[in-house]
């Protein structure tokens, strides 16, 4: 609760520098490959979910109009309308006709171009799966989900986050013991008899909530850093792990090259850091604006009206830039991907680079792709700047318009209304601050949550039948020692040519050619 535990290394800092074996130590719970541990138990539960009609594939299904088939293939089609919808693919009994009113889409298991599976009779399109009745299953699974990492980190760390989010509400009930107790305070001065006995109770009352303020606000940052610490280490070696058990399709995809894949592995991890810090202000915020707004309508009457117009015509301007900044974030993370893409490509060869004295060209490129990125970086900026100077500024108009209305309305201005007004304005000034801010921040949180989803459903090397087992034992049958067993392989090689040498006839060149 008070952080004691931090002080001995402070103490010892203090004297003398610190070295390796002076920090603390790890708890399990922080540890990478227990991290990885929780995560995966949570992502392979989402997984499931998305894969619930797999043990489906071959049975006869049955659709609305009473079309009976067989099912080959349940999964996403990116091309699609709705690529982030799960489709059927259904060999029929006999070939539909593009009628209007007809859900499928596709045809012969064909989708763009590619063959998703096979059809004998060539009647094969895809449907929705909720189109669909599974026969000779009386109750059949739940349609599939599509996975997300937002809902893989809340099964793996939602207990953290709740514990913090109670310390986050005694932090928001006894910011409000403040103004309470500056009105008391300011009745209690301008009493004729004042007793002593209300006076210290009303000091104490404010010094308590005052104190148990503090210690929630500073367990509360305190849980969010550490969870937020854990859940950024986790997608670390999530997108690690995956990286490495990829299968040769998958890696072929542009869209998942090593630009990407270290992209993710430090910038979209962080984001899930970064919005996690005050994911409590999505709930936090409103609740200290309304209970603001109950406090102030019992000051300052309907006259608080007049201030949360000012609020309301506020609103519509942030959230427009917010859509700004959305898609300007998505455009950058393109150019970003294609910057470390670039870069991890010209060291990997900066041999041949140098050789061939190709430096100036390839840093003409990095710079183009560079430059592409500040614009948009910059252009993202000039949304921000706009968005917060409307975010400064609406406390005071709020405050000033709500004021202006109380006196012109016939309200009398002294101290008993102004300053607890005052104080719960100053409270109503953080929310106003601080929720845009998390608007911002989870904008760029799903830009980067649909990247990580997109990469850890792609496809592996197990999807094709290739399992990777501990060995049973370190030594083979004739009594060898061994590191890896290979069954049922089959490998490809490729065998370098030699290349001829040239003459010195084959080395002239014509006046024209050369």
Known sequence: ?????????????????????????????????????????????????????????????????????????????????????????????ERRRKEDGDKTIGGDGWFYGEQLFECEDGHGSFIKPHLLTVKGVPNPSKHPKTPAVVWGLSGAFLVELAIA????????LTIFAGPIALQAIVNFLQDSDPSWGLGILIVSILFVSQVVQSLCANQYFYLVGRVGMRMRQALSCAVFDKALVLNERTRANPDLDIGRIVNM??????????????????????????????????????????????????????????RKMMTVRMDMAKFTDQRVKAVT??????????????????????????????????????????????????????????????????????????????????????????????FNMMVNAKVSFDRLTQFLEAKTAKDEGVEIQPLESEVDKNGERVALVLEDCTFHAYEPQVIPELSVRDQQLSPENR
Not at 165 to 172: A, E, I, M, T, Y
Not at 359 to 382: C, P
């Open 265 to 322: 592995m430090s910038t979209d991890a962080q984001r899930a850091n970064d919005v996690v810090q005050s994911i409590h202000q999505l709930w936090s915020a409103p609740f200290q604006i309304v209970v603001s707004c109950v406090l102030l309508y019992r000051l300052v009457g309907v006259s608080l009206f007049a201030g949360i117009g000012v609020m309301v015509l506020a609103t519509p301007i942030q959230g427009k830039m917010m």
């Open 345 to 438: 490509e010209v060291l990997s060869g900066i041999r041949i680079v140098k050789f061939m004295v190709w430096t100036g060209r390839f840093l003409d490129v990095l710079n183009g792709i560079r430059d592409n990125e500040i614009n948009k970086l910059a252009t993202q900026q000039n949304y921000r700047v706009v968005m917060f100077f409307i975010i400064y500024l609406t406390p005071m108009f709020l405050t000033a318009s709500t004021f202006i209305v109380y006196s012109v309305s016939g309200g009398e201005i002294n101290a008993e209304t102004v300053f607890p007004a005052i104080a719960l304005f100053s409270i109503l000034r953080f929310p106003f601050l601080v929720l845009p801010m998390q």
């Open 1 to 93: 609760m008070f952080f004691n535990w931090v002080t001995p290394m402070v103490d010892q800092g203090y004297k003398q520098a610190l070295e390796v074996p002076d920090l603390l130590r790890l708890i399990d719970g922080d540890k990478s490959n227990n991290l990885a541990s929780r995560w995966d138990k949570s992502w392979d539960h989402e997984m499931s979910l998305s894969r619930s009609w797999d043990s489906y594939i071959g049975k006869r299904v049955m659709d609305d109009d009473g079309r009976e088939g067989v099912l080959k293939w349940i999964g996403r089609l990116p091309y699609s309308v709705n690529p982030d919808s799960y489709y059927a693919g259904v060999a029929w009994d």
């Open 165 to 172: 989010g109670l310390f986050k509400l005694g932090n928001d």
